[in-house]
């Protein structure tokens, strides 16, 4: 999934997934319940493929980015799909940089697309603002089993007016991407450490252990040739030792608490205290992902995004569950795939978002190697396990999707205080302040943030 960005230095540790790492036939859709149905926003009637009874074809413009192999995905699909309907006729928009700047520029202005990419990051801010528009009465209307897609991919877009992750939905998802740890097999065989279990995931002690086997300094000038675990994805480590980042009901800030902090002071003493795991020089002169792909890195935290390139390494590698502190825990990226409000062709959008994010096009994204399935069912068949290919445990993203949950930049339509955060964390990675002091530093701060951010919360 290459819509969420990959953790490849030190700022992407700071400003982890506020956008996205970041990263698979239907029958067509009955006759929409939807109040738009029959008609556009012009009030031109419409009949049931979405065509206006003029005859012309309907033309839906799709927007989303990816890097050439996902383009290349999508353009199959969509002539895929316009074979299918033939009635409309889609323009994709490809925008491989800035795509959250440009279209919150199109938003707006009112100019944009019918079907877009939805970053689940963005959504709480798009979906408060008006912006998308609600999707469950189509959804009934399709041949879409939702029971069969992943919750924590569904909840992530939906909209209850006050908060996310409840109310009507807003998007299907168009992946989900799951953070798991990738390891260098040859570097465990040639320091004699047995591979992590695909089963049972490391605990803190563990993790450290083995990195501290897997970092090599030849000449002991205090800079590793060699490390054994690469830049914390630090939220799911904080709900692996059994801490919180906001309370249950979203409105108070929790990470000053003793749980969240030794967790936060454990990812930092990775770097400043063991050495283990690279620092912001050493990640300024080759990010994480160079030096795994290097042979320079032991470990790192990934999604399955990264399966492709992954697969054309000249040395064998596997992955493994997130580390924690208990049972199986982290955090999931997703992207949507939502219906601008402005439309003027609701139904023939929906049926756009219905076949990309419908087996149909789930099916071919899980081939490419790149996403999970959005449907459980696909996920645990030989269409994304792919046996004989890497990795050997493709059965590890499955069931950390299932556990997994959304990205705490999820949690609250305006997340200024998921920046104020973020834009502080360097003061921990770098060792100027310990995470208990920063915490509760931020804490007071960050409470006046999400209550003026999201005040219907409030209510």
């Known amino acids: 999934m290459k819509a969420k960005k990959a953790i490849c230095t030190t700022?992407?540790?700071?400003?982890?997934?506020?956008?996205?790492?970041?990263?698979?036939?239907?029958?067509?859709?009955?006759?929409?319940?939807?109040?738009?149905?029959?008609?556009?926003?012009?009030?031109?009637a419409v009949d049931n493929d979405g065509a206006a009874n003029t005859g012309d074809k309907v033309k839906v413009?799709?927007?989303?980015?990816?890097?050439?192999?996902?383009?290349?995905?999508?353009?199959?699909?969509?002539k895929d799909f316009e074979t299918k309907n033939p009635t409309i006729d889609v323009e994709y928009m490809h925008m491989p940089a800035d795509y959250v700047g440009k279209m919150n520029t199109m938003l707006a202005g009112g100019t944009a697309p019918d079907v877009l990419y939805v970053?689940?990051?963005?959504?709480?801010?798009?979906?408060?603002?008006?912006?998308?528009?609600?999707?469950?009465?189509?959804?009934?209307?399709?041949?879409?089993?939702?029971?069969?897609?992943?919750?924590?991919?569904?909840?992530?877009?939906?909209y209850d007016g006050k908060k996310t992750g409840e109310g009507e939905l807003y998007a299907l998802p168009k992946d989900i991407g799951p953070i798991v740890l990738y390891y260098n097999k040859e570097l465990f065989d040639a320091a004699g450490v047995p591979y992590p279990s695909a089963e049972n995931p490391m605990t803190f002690d563990e993790l450290l252990e083995t990195a501290k086997l897997l970092t090599k300094d030849e000449n002991g000038d205090g800079k590793p040739e060699q490390y054994g675990m690469g830049p914390a994805w630090w939220e799911g480590w904080i709900w692996g030792n059994g801490g919180k980042?906001?309370?249950?009901?979203?409105?108070?800030?929790?990470?000053?608490?003793?749980?969240?902090?030794?967790?936060?002071?454990f990812a930092a003493d990775l770097r400043n205290k063991h050495g283990v795991s690279p620092d912001t020089r050493a990640l300024q002169a080759m990010n994480d992902?160079?030096?795994?792909?290097?042979?320079k890195l032991a470990m790192m935290q990934q999604g399955r995004w990264m399966v492709p390139t992954y697969r054309k390494l000249d040395f064998d590698w596997d992955v493994a569950p997130n580390p924690t502190n208990g049972q199986w825990d982290g955090h999931s990226g997703s992207v949507g795939l939502g219906i601008y409000s402005k439309t003027a062709n609701a139904d023939a959008a929906f049926k756009l978002v219905e076949y990309l994010g419908g087996?149909?096009?789930?099916?071919?994204?899980?081939?490419?190697?790149?996403?999970?399935?959005?449907f459980k069912s696909m996920a645990n068949s030989d269409v994304f396990l792919q046996p004989g290919q890497k990795p050997e445990h493709a059965e590890v993203f499955v069931k950390a999707a299932e556990v997994q949950k959304p990205g705490p930049w999820t949690n609250l339509p305006n997340a200024k205080w998921w920046d104020t955060l973020n834009q502080n964390l360097a003061q921990v990675w770098d060792g100027r302040k310990t995470a208990e002091a920063l915490m509760n530093e931020l804490k007071p701060e960050i409470d006046k943030l999400i209550k003026e951010g999201n005040p219907k919360l409030f209510e």
């Open 119 to 158: 970053p689940d990051g963005d959504f709480g801010r798009w979906v408060s603002a008006g912006l998308l528009m609600p999707i469950d009465n189509y959804v009934e209307s399709s041949n879409i089993d939702i029971g069969d897609m992943w919750e924590s991919g569904l909840k992530r877009y939906k």
């Open 245 to 265: 980042i906001l309370s249950d009901d979203r409105k108070e800030f929790m990470m000053h608490e003793k749980a969240a902090t030794d967790a936060l002071q």
């Open 61 to 78: 413009k799709f927007a989303g980015w990816g890097d050439p192999s996902e383009k290349q995905v999508f353009d199959q699909l969509i």
């Open 11 to 44: 700022v992407s540790l700071i400003v982890l997934a506020t956008a996205a790492v970041g990263c698979a036939g239907t029958k067509e859709p009955n006759a929409s319940k939807n109040v738009n149905q029959g008609t556009d926003n012009n009030n031109a």
């Open 289 to 295: 992902g160079q030096m795994f792909e290097t042979g």
């Open 359 to 374: 087996p149909e096009g789930q099916k071919l994204q899980s081939e490419m190697g790149f996403a999970i399935p959005s």
